[in-house]
């Protein structure tokens, strides 16, 4: 039987789901990329085995973070999460800002994602013998090795596999809520039993001698020290996003006030569990310079001598990986919705399938854009776009809070962040949006120094493509979006 439509759900979402569909929604999304794919890369070039503090660092600021989303869902229970509270607090013209900070998150991270599902599917197919050519499993622009670090470089090639999982995840999400709902559980229950079973396996044939030295020196610039741990955490920023997408279901949830709080900060602890735990029997097993590849835990699996075991891992690699496409790909279809429904984007992104009930056409289109990139970038350059451009919508986030208690504005939720705050010239200091802020920033520091030292060296297509974006953004809104949702807002 269907739910009744609260008063305030958005007008053909359903709300339909509960706090245990948000924690799967989130557990879905979080317990991905960053344990299979960015854990290697973080270890191997910046942290070494302290890649379990920088995991730590990440943890404690998307905390901090997520008490703000669990307050703002509390208080603002409508589709399009972040960008939907910062219209209630802030007016349309921030909420653009961040709903185009969102789009680069949701896009990156669906290319990024696929590529990882690409890397993990060749390394099992190697087990049975069969061997993806690398015209269909290379990016077209590849990260080759230097003296230096490394530069970007043109492979010739495209990664159609990884093109094919970004398209397959939207299809999927585009046949409705409640189908994708039950695929994220099944293939949730899957990839925590088998990352468990890592967990479980591997710390019996871990070699201590991995861990020496904990904290490696520094060789210059981010790499290694405590340089280097505050850039690895920067990078595994990314790894915690998962719970800024249960957020993006608060329309489709029968009591968002109780429900999307304990669907935030559950699938936050429950993953930052399971991260530290990963990163441990990781580093112990693979010495860390030897990590930087797209399929870390395929690699230590491999050292474990197990070979069927090794083969289960990877496929429940490949669902975990899967599962975060399709929670990935719901959340960003529910952020456009809600921006077309405001006049910010073209209709077609809110226009709902008439039996399926979902913004098919919006999953399709994003998933394609998702595909291209997947084809083209190399993971090093895609979790720098998303790290950077995150952070900043993480502090607009929180900034949106202090805003709502100082006005205040919408209405009083169940949930409050803790630890309060103090009252200046009308304004609501809080503790936890505070820290929020200022750790949100502290991330955005290593990596903009990092993307400014790229350019330096000549490789200017990561400052490029954020110049780029930034510059369209600016020129959507202005021609386009904001008279068409000054309009409908009239």
Not at 58 to 67: H, Q, T
């Amino acid at each position: 039987m269907t739910a009744p439509v609260r008063p305030d759900a958005a007008p053909g979402l359903q709300p339909r789901l509960g706090w245990d569909a948000l924690l799967v929604l989130g557990v879905a999304q979080i317990l991905g990329a960053g344990v299979y794919v960015l854990i290697g890369t973080a270890a191997s070039l910046y942290a070494g085995p302290a890649v379990t503090v920088s995991f730590l660092i990440a943890g404690l600021a998307c905390l901090l973070v997520g008490l703000c989303y669990a307050e703002l869902a509390s208080s603002v229970p409508e589709s399009g999460s972040a960008y939907s509270y910062c219209k209630s607090t802030m007016g349309i013209g921030p909420a653009w800002t961040l709903g185009w900070l969102l789009f680069l998150e949701f896009s990156v991270a669906a290319s990024l994602l696929a590529v990882g599902f690409s890397g993990y599917l060749a390394s099992l197919l190697v087990d049975l013998r069969i061997a993806l050519p690398a015209a269909v499993s290379t990016p077209a622009i590849v990260l080759q090795p230097t003296g230096e670090g490394g530069s970007l470089a043109v492979s010739g090639h495209l990664n159609l596999v990884a093109a094919g999982a970004a398209l397959g995840a939207g299809a999927v999400v585009a046949l409705g809520v409640s189908r994708s709902s039950l695929a994220n559980a099944v293939l949730v229950a899957v990839k925590v039993l088998v990352l468990v079973g890592f967990i479980v396996a591997g710390a019996t044939a871990v070699d201590p001698a991995n861990w020496s030295p904990f904290l490696p020196p520094n060789e210059g610039g981010f790499t290694y020290g405590w340089e280097g741990v505050a850039r690895a955490a920067a990078l595994l920023f990314f790894a915690f996003l998962g719970f800024e997408t249960v957020s993006t279901a608060a329309a489709e949830t029968r009591n968002p006030q109780r429900d999307v709080p304990i669907g935030i900060l559950g699938s936050l602890a429950i993953c930052a569990t399971l991260y530290v735990a990963a990163a441990i029997v990781l580093t112990g097993l693979v010495p860390f310079r030897d990590l930087d590849v797209p399929d870390p835990i395929a690699l230590a699996v491999d050292r474990i001598g197990w070979p069927q075991f090794a083969v289960v891992i990877k496929i429940g690699a490949l669902a975990g990986l899967a599962s975060v496409l399709l929670a990935n790909a719901f959340g960003h279809s529910r952020v456009c919705y809600a921006m077309a429904r405001d006049g910010l984007l073209p209709d077609l992104f809110a226009r709902l399938h008439p039996t399926r009930n979902s913004p098919w056409i919006a999953n399709l289109l994003l998933a394609t854009l998702a595909a291209v990139n997947a084809a083209l970038l190399p993971i090093s350059v895609m979790a720098d776009l998303i790290s950077f451009g995150v952070a900043f919508m993480f502090a607009i986030v929180a900034i949106a809070l202090i805003r709502m208690r100082s006005l205040p504005i919408g209405r009083p939720g169940r949930f409050r962040v803790p630890l309060g705050g103090v009252r200046i010239g009308g304004i609501w200091f809080g503790v936890v949006p505070v820290a929020a802020i200022v750790l949100s920033f502290a991330m955005t520091l290593p990596v903009a120094l990092d993307i400014a030292q790229q350019a330096r060296d000549g490789d200017l297509l990561p400052i490029a493509l954020l110049g780029g974006y930034a510059v369209l953004g600016a020129l959507l809104y202005r021609f386009y979006g904001r008279d068409r949702a000054l309009r409908r807002s009239a």
